[in-house]
Every structure is written in C-alpha cells, then in structure tokens.
C-alpha cells in the first residue's frame, strides 16, 4: 500500500507553520506602531532607540526615551539633579574717591531748633552725625549718615526737594598737593623768585596767613614765634604732620632755612586727618577752616590741596573774597590731561602751578587757563615734625611761596585788594612759555622783588591818613 503524502507533515511544513503564526503575532504590534506621529498628543517621544517587536504599544502608555528605534519601557534610573549653584554676586563697585559714600551734607538756612533738625532727619531716614554753625555764610550745616544703603545721589535728590532745606550735596574728599622724597638742592626757590632782595624791603610783618592743611608742628624751631592761633577742625588727637609743617615752613621759616614772608603770622587750621590714601578732608571740614580763617582776621588762605567742584566750597570761597582775603591754592598734581581741580581752578582764587630748578613744569602739574602763576615746587627742602627737615615735590609747596609772597605786599601795602594783589603778581610774573599766557605756567613765574616793588604805598600826607590794615 502506497503511503499518501501528508503536506502538513515533516520539519519543513512545521517550520513555514511557525514563521506564519509569527507574522500573524507580530503584525498587530507592527500596525499599531504605524499608528503613532512623532510628538503626537499621547505619547512622549524622545531620542530614538532599536524597536523591540515582542512589545505591544497603547497610544495612552507613557513610555521613555526612543533611541535609536529601540524603545526603552519605563522611565530612566531616577538621578539627582546637579546642586544649584548660587548665582555669582556682581564685582562691588569701587568706591568713588571724590566724596564720602553712605553720606549727605545739609544746609539749613540760620541755627534751626533741634525739634526741627529731627524731623526732617526722621522724614529722610538719616542719621545726623555732627553739625556746624558757618558765620561766613550765615548758616547751618550738617553730616548725615544714610543707614539704610540708598545711593547718595538718590538721597541728595529727595532732600533738594524739601522745602525746609536750603542745599544738600555729597560731602567731597579733598587731598593734600606733595610728594615725598627727591634730590637735596639747598634752596634754589629763593635765587628763582629772587626773594632776598623782596625781603630788603618787606618780611611780611603784621600779616596773618591762615594754612588750611594737615596738623603742623609748632614747636619746629623753624617755626619758633610764627603760629599766632591754632584751630583743629577735625577735633582730632593726631600728631603734627609731614605735609602741613612743611607748608608752614615755605611761608614762614625763619631758622636754617629762610622761608618766603619769615616775620608773618600763621594760623594753624588742622583740616585734613591721616588715611590709608594719604591725608584727606572734606567739604564739611574745609568750611569748617574757611570759617575759622575769616573770624580770626586771616588777610591770606593758603589752601594746599585740591578736589573736585563743589558748590558749597565755592560759595565759602567767594564769601572770603567778598570780605578782601587773598585766596591762593595749588592748581593740583592729577597731570596735564587731567580735569580742574578745586579750589585752584576756582574764579576767586589765585591758581599756582610748580617748576623746578631748571625752570621746567612739574610733569604731574595739572594744566589749564586756570593757572595764574608758577612756583618753585619740586625738590623743596622744608621743615618735618619734631625738628627734622625733608625734600617733597608738588604744587602744594608752589602755592606756599605764592602765599608768602602776597604777605609781602600787604605788608608793604596794607591797603591791597585780593584783586590788586592777583594782578600784581600775574604782571610782574617772569614768561617761562611762549609769549604771554598758557596753560602750563599761566602768566609766568613769580618774582618777589619786581611784585613788591609793583605795590608800593603811595607817601601820606599830613590831610589824608594811611588806611588801617584790613581785617
């Protein structure tokens, strides 16, 4: 009997069996992928992964990042995000070296009560920290802390809006005009402005020279007799200073050294106090100075420092001038390129800028039409606390001399304006530039003799008596 052959016999029927039931099972899974859109609504598609065909898919399952067609179920290994950093704070600004941060200074017109004073303390937010009655403008002046960090011009905003205030402004930093150091010539300013023949006819007798500067020592045999009054502005303890002794010398010394009025008066005014920067003060303190020189019948501010503008300054400045005091500062050593300085580069006052030996600017001068006149200023041999004596460079030792030499003329010629004696030594000035003014050495250098020899006072006669010395 033939054997009837069975299709569905043997391992090759079996085998296409099993590969057709595996396509019917995996053609669902097949069709419902080619159901889904990349970044459809129901499903969250990431990177691609290997599709794996033994899984079936529901369009409402979540499932993890597609990397590389290979679908990966469920979420990744739970990871701990990075720690926060904590944003980086921004640099602190540098303080601005023109005036005092976290500090306003108010005027308030007369001597106002404290009731007053506190109000509008407390209306402001501020802190008062110290006032001072300033007759030379007739008014009130006061420091005030800003406690809370607003910024100063913020705060001198919202004052100059108060009607009960008369002027609020920053309090501004003032720096003494030297430096320290340099060669010893033995005083070569005298030859230069030609200051022994001035002292033939005048030493600067009966005249009184407020220096407005750092802390002076007056027990300096140099300056044995010379200091008249002394006033500390700064109600300070410090010790007498390099800078303010050595400008006192300029004007006055009397011993080794020869200075350039030795028989005049000084008034001692300690308005500037040690700091990390050097000797500074402030627009509060310089008033405080000015105020002191005008009471006590100063007919000469010598003011050896210099600073940026200021209004309240100013207006102390033209009140002196108002009452005939010659005011005389240094032009400053911020260099040719820099802006005015204040005071020297103010209306009322005479500017001085400094030469050496060889009659050249000082390189860190400043320079402008402010500069009336020039001076010995570099390598100056001058007085230091406690009996020594020292070398410095700077405008500050020009205006000294300048100082000095208007002592002489009023004690030649007591009835001097500030105004004659300015004109005086612009035109009796040496050229040192081209042909007339410039702004290096304004009108030129100073000449002692030829200034004191221009102010003679005229002969009395027996109808007209000489005019009392200004006060």
Do not use: C
Not at 232 to 251: F, N, Q, Y
């Amino acid at each position: 009997m033939t054997k009837r052959h069975d299709p569905f016999n043997g391992p090759k029927v079996w085998l296409l069996a099993a590969a057709v039931a595996l396509s019917s099972f995996a053609a669902p899974a097949q069709a419902q992928m080619r159901n889904f859109s990349v970044g459809g609504p129901n499903i969250h598609v990431g990177p691609r992964i290997p599709i794996n065909p033994g899984v079936r898919y529901s369009p409402n399952l979540h499932y993890g990042p597609v990397i590389e067609d290979r679908i990966y179920n469920g979420p990744p290994p739970s990871r701990r995000p990075p720690p926060e950093r904590a944003a980086k704070k921004p640099p602190r600004a540098a303080a601005d070296p023109t005036y005092v941060p976290n500090e306003v200074l108010i005027e308030i017109a007369g001597q106002p009560t404290d009731a007053q004073v506190q109000a509008i303390a407390k209306k402001h937010r501020l802190r008062p920290m110290q006032s001072q009655h300033i007759a030379l403008l007739d008014t009130t002046f006061y420091r005030w802390r800003i406690p809370d960090g607003r910024p100063v011009d913020t705060v001198v905003k919202q004052l100059s809006a108060d009607r009960g205030i008369r002027s609020a402004q920053r309090n501004s930093i003032f720096r003494l005009q030297d430096e320290q150091g340099g060669k010893v010539p033995f005083q070569y300013a005298l030859a230069k402005l030609r200051l022994p023949e001035a002292q033939a006819i005048s030493t600067g007798e009966k005249i009184r020279v407020a220096v407005i500067d750092s802390g002076i020592d007056a027990g300096h045999p140099e300056l044995a007799g010379s200091i008249e009054a002394t006033f500390d502005a700064l109600d300070s303890k410090e010790a007498a200073h390099a800078h303010g002794t050595s400008i006192a010398g300029v004007i006055a010394a009397h011993g080794t050294l020869k200075g350039a009025a030795p028989a005049a008066k000084l008034l001692a005014i300690r308005a500037f106090g040690e700091a990390k920067s050097g000797a500074s003060s402030t627009t509060f303190v310089v008033l405080k100075g000015l105020d002191y020189a005008a009471a006590n019948g100063a007919q000469i501010i010598n003011m050896s420092f210099a600073g940026p503008r200021d209004r309240l300054v100013e207006r102390g400045l033209a009140a002196a001038a108002a009452r005939n005091i010659v005011l005389v500062a240094a032009v400053g050593n911020a260099g040719p390129k820099s802006a005015p300085l204040f005071p020297g580069a103010d209306s009322h006052v005479i500017g001085v800028t400094a030469t050496d030996a060889a009659d050249q600017i000082f390189a860190k001068a400043n320079q402008g039409a402010y500069v009336a006149v020039a001076a010995p200023g570099v390598d100056i041999l001058a007085p230091l606390p406690g009996g020594k004596y020292g070398v410095s460079s700077g405008t500050s030792l020009s205006a000294a001399y300048v100082s000095g030499l208007a002592a002489l003329m009023l004690s030649r010629n007591p009835a001097l304006t500030a105004d004659e004696v300015r004109q005086a030594l612009v035109q009796s000035a040496r050229d040192l530039g081209p042909a007339g003014r410039d702004d290096r050495f304004g009108a030129g250098e100073a000449d002692a003799f030829a200034a004191v020899s221009m102010v003679a006072a005229p002969v009395a006669t027996a109808s007209e008596p000489p005019k009392p010395m200004p006060r």
